[in-house]
Structure formats: structure tokens, C-alpha cells
């Protein structure tokens, strides 16, 4: 039987994705990269699916991409032609970029030991992302002489400011979890014994609450990021309009009144 590479579970209104392919670090083959894309499209399908927690087997979160993939490995015989990398993006990480991006559910990164390159960018493209003090961040990229992916070019410099982004797309230097929370590139950094119970408590609370609302807010952050002052406050009566006729707003404002708590159920 071939191995699963992404192992697939659920508590309640929460899906838990894990990378699974620990001798290598969890890093990136073609086939992981089409259960992750097929389980995260799963995941978003099925509407009893209120968070999706993302996260990696054995002590690693996920090393990047595994060099020795054929799609990628370069080619030694005399003669033999470059492998075209853009096309690698183009098939495999932009469509993962993009389906996190669009996921009509919260995604939490549970970073439970070394992320490095596309690695750490995939943590860094989840809603929110935890990391065990043991972990650490790796912008890779360019020892092998790339530039940051699995977009780091757009999130590191929007995370941490442009001066550190160029420090560590730059120098490449293993970045602990402690300053990756204060950096502001992830929301926090806890305890190695506690990342679950931190991460089961944060994603249980996510999928107790409005989720189109959470997935909205998601998508006016990421607009914005492009828009003027002006546009963005007519992107925010768009959304707000939308979200006002929806049963979450109008359960949230009775419950409020009611001093009781809310049963969200917009998807």
C-alpha cells in the first residue's frame, strides 16, 4: 500500500492535517503536495468542518521542498536540460497558496519543530500560526541560490517589516520561535509539551465562532493590502452589508442581549 503522506483526522467541528513524511522532514514531494491540496479541498467541502489545524509529523513541521524530487532535482548528465522551477510554482504552490487563501474555514498552523523554506512560508499563510519553543523559521532559499516562495516575497516584508525580511530571506539564518512571535510573524509561541493542547484550545474557539465573519475578515486583511484608505472603507461597507444580513449577526446581537452564548452557524 502506498503511504500516506497527509494523515487526516477530526475532534468535533475540527479537521487536523498532518504532513507525513518524517524521515524526510515532511518535506515536499508532488504526490504530498496533491493529498495536502485534496485534503485541505476536502476539508472545505464539507461543512461540518469548522477550522482546519495544519501540521507535521515527527519533529519537524516541514523541511520545504524535498531536493531529490525528480520535478526538481537538476540533472548531472552532460547536456541534460535545467529543470524550469517557475513551472514547479506554478503547478504545485500556487494552487496551495491560493486554496489557504481561500478556505471558507479558519486554518491554524501547529509549527511543532523546524519550518525551512516553503515550509516556513506555508506556516506563515495559515489565519494563525503557533510554534513550540523548540521549533524554528528558515528562509532557505537562498543558499541554494533562490529567492523566498510559497509566497514570502508578499508575506515576510507585511509580517516583520522590510528590514528583517531582507535580514532573513538574505542571510538564511535559522530564526527561533520566540523572536519568529516577536518579529510578529507568528501569533505565538508556546511550550513544546503545550503546542497541543494550546492548538486543540485555539481551534476549538475558532470553530465556535462566526466563521464567514473570521473568513471575511481574512479577505479584507489581504485586499486591503493593495487598496487606499478610501477603497478599503468601501470594501468594509461591502462586507459589513453582507455580514449584517447573515443569522450570525442577528444570533450574536440576541445573544449579547440575552447574556447568553451565541450558537454561530454561518459557513
Not at 489557504?100 to 516556513?120: E, I, K, R, T
Amino acid at each position: 500500500m502506498p503511504e500516506t503522506l497527509v494523515l487526516i483526522s477530526q475532534t468535533a467541528s475540527v479537521r487536523t492535517l498532518t504532513l507525513n513524511r518524517p524521515a524526510a522532514l515532511n518535506s515536499f514531494t508532488s504526490a504530498m503536495h496533491a493529498e495536502l491540496l485534496a485534503a485541505l479541498d476536502d476539508a472545505a467541502n464539507d461543512a461540518a468542518v469548522r477550522c482546519v489545524v495544519l501540521t507535521g509529523a515527527g519533529r519537524a513541521f516541514c523541511a520545504g521542498q524535498d531536493l531529490a524530487d525528480p520535478l526538481v532535482a537538476p540533472d548531472t548528465a552532460p547536456g541534460a536540460q535545467a529543470k524550469d522551477l517557475g513551472r514547479v510554482i506554478e503547478l504545485l504552490y500556487k494552487p496551495l497558496v491560493r486554496r489557504l487563501h481561500s478556505m471558507p474555514v479558519p486554518v491554524v498552523a501547529a509549527v511543532n519543530g523546524v519550518a525551512a523554506g516553503a515550509g516556513a512560508n506555508l506556516a506563515l499563510n495559515c489565519d494563525l500560526a503557533l510554534a513550540a519553543r523548540g521549533a524554528s523559521f528558515i528562509q532557505a532559499f537562498a543558499k541554494i541560490g533562490l529567492i523566498p516562495d510559497t509566497g514570502g516575497t508578499w508575506l515576510l516584508p507585511r509580517l516583520a517589516g522590510r528590514a528583517r525580511a531582507m535580514g532573513l530571506a538574505m542571510l538564511g539564518d535559522k530564526l527561533s520561535a520566540s523572536d519568529a512571535e516577536r518579529f510578529g510573524l507568528i501569533w505565538k509561541c508556546v511550550e513544546d509539551a503545550a503546542l497541543p493542547d494550546e492548538v486543540s484550545a485555539l481551534a476549538h474557539r475558532l470553530a465556535a465562532m462566526p466563521t464567514r465573519a473570521l473568513v471575511a475578515t481574512r479577505k479584507a486583511f489581504d485586499t486591503a493590502q493593495h487598496l487606499t484608505l478610501a477603497e478599503a472603507l468601501d470594501e468594509e461597507a461591502l462586507s459589513q452589508s453582507a455580514l449584517g444580513f447573515a443569522h450570525d449577526y442577528q444570533e450574536g446581537v440576541a445573544a449579547f442581549g440575552a447574556k447568553r452564548a451565541p450558537q454561530f452557524t454561518d459557513r
